[in-house]
């Protein structure tokens, strides 16, 4: 979009044509048209031939005329060069200045994809809060993810030399929401060859494309279809339960979450049993299971069941409890 003094100065090109036409018309008596006709070859200055001979009134006239007419168009040329270089260098200056952020990332997610679901997980990552790098290859997506000032890389997430600018060796996670099964899978691939402790969790528009993806080297697979007919059918089922899940799992809740925390080397709740620790006791937090390091999920753990490092609670409560939960394990 042209900024103000673009526009001001077309402005002025185009009432400068008015006043050139109606002086015409005025001082060497023409017609509109052979008048319209020599405002233009004067203002841009072709040097064709007058259209009736000019006395000195219309010389003076058109001479005016010239200088006023070179005066703008040269103003604005100035202006549009200063933009294009001005942006150009602006765009190069935050790229890189993006880039030297993404190399001091670590334990990062990469989302590969800003389309529908892309933004979805940047807004729950975002809540979270967590560092994150967006790929993207579409002009108009990168436009949109750098006006929310995300970190984003310029790119085809399927070539390895893109997936290593994200930081691809540092990162944590990695989502692949692009458009079609086939470049999931490729990114999937490529993703765990060139890290094989990376949790990736991939798009699939197709059920039958799951497998392949898994084979590929994802994690998890995702089905926005068959989340999207589960969460129907359980409208109609079990409107309750639905209503309960949405409140804990919504990144704007502030009344309830369902959130898994690690339990680290050395916390305070290391080594400790569910009564002992008092996630139930003085925090209301709920604890729904506890997934060992090996993969083992224990359901409703008993009050004398031990978490020890590595283990995975799977709680759900009160926003602020859970923060406060988080806290106090990590205090050690």
Same mark, same amino acid.
């Given at each position: ?25 005025? $001082?060497? =008596? ?10 233009? $070859? ?16 219309? %010389? ?15 103003? =604005? ?42 933004? $979805? ?40 030399? $893109?997936?290593? %600018?994200? =930081? ?41 494309? &799951? ?50 925390? %690690? ?60 923060? &406060? ?8």
């Amino acid at each position: 979009m042209f900024r103000r003094p673009i526009l001001i100065a077309f402005a002025a090109l185009f009432g400068l044509t008015g006043i050139g036409v109606l002086g015409y018309m005025v $001082i060497v =008596g023409m017609g509109p048209i052979d008048a319209l006709y020599m405002t233009v $070859i004067t203002l841009s200055t072709v040097g064709y031939r007058e259209v009736q001979p000019l006395g000195p009134a219309g %010389q003076i006239f058109t001479i005016g005329l010239i200088f006023g007419g070179l005066g703008i168009v040269l103003y =604005g040329a100035s202006l549009i060069a200063r933009e294009i270089i001005e942006g150009e260098f602006q765009r190069t200056f935050g790229r890189r200045k993006v880039q030297r952020q993404i190399e001091q990332l670590s334990d990062h997610f990469i989302v590969c994809g800003f389309g529908r679901m892309g933004r $979805i997980v940047c807004k729950e990552l975002l809540a979270k809060p967590v560092p994150f790098v967006i790929i993207e290859r579409s002009a108009e997506a990168l436009r949109d993810a750098e006006a929310e000032q995300l970190l984003v890389v310029e790119g085809d997430a399927t070539e390895d030399h $893109i997936l290593l %600018q994200a =930081g691809i060796k540092r990162a944590r996670g990695l989502v692949s929401a692009l458009s079609t099964d086939s470049d999931n899978v490729y990114v999937a691939l490529t993703a765990r060859e060139l890290n094989a402790d990376l949790l990736i969790v991939a798009r699939a528009e197709d059920e039958r494309s &799951e497998r392949k993806l898994l084979h590929a080297g994802a994690t998890r697979v995702v089905s926005p279809y068959v989340i999207g007919g589960h969460r129907m059918a359980h409208a109609l089922l079990r409107p309750a339960v639905l209503d309960v899940i949405d409140l804990a799992t919504h990144y704007r809740s502030i009344e309830l979450q369902i959130e898994e925390v %690690q339990i680290p080397k050395d916390g305070v709740g290391e080594g400790v049993t569910l009564l002992d620790s008092g996630i139930r006791q003085s925090l209301g937090i709920i604890v729904i299971a506890i997934k060992k390091p090996n993969g083992e999920m224990v359901f409703n753990p008993s009050s004398d069941a031990r978490i020890v490092e590595g283990d995975r609670l799977v709680v759900i409560g009160q926003t602020a409890n859970l923060r &406060e939960l988080e806290r106090r394990l990590h205090a050690g």
